[in-house]
């Protein structure tokens, strides 16, 4: 993991738990996007790619 990390899920509880997670590993450059799906999801103005993977 050489690269920061960034945390989300469905409403930012699960991403939460994921950040303490790499804290306790000594991952020290994390952030979670506290809005998660839950805020992505309801932007008009945010991309969002339904459909399947080409």
Known sequence: MSK???T????GVTAAV???GL???G???HS???G???EWGMSP????ATGDKK
């Open 23 to 25: 804290e306790l590993i």
């Open 36 to 38: 998660s799906w839950t």
């Open 32 to 34: 979670l996007y506290d």
């Open 4 to 6: 920061p990390a960034i």
């Open 18 to 20: 994921l950040n303490l």
């Open 27 to 29: 991952k020290t450059d």
């Open 45 to 48: 103005i945010l991309p969002i």
């Open 8 to 11: 989300t899920c469905g409403s």
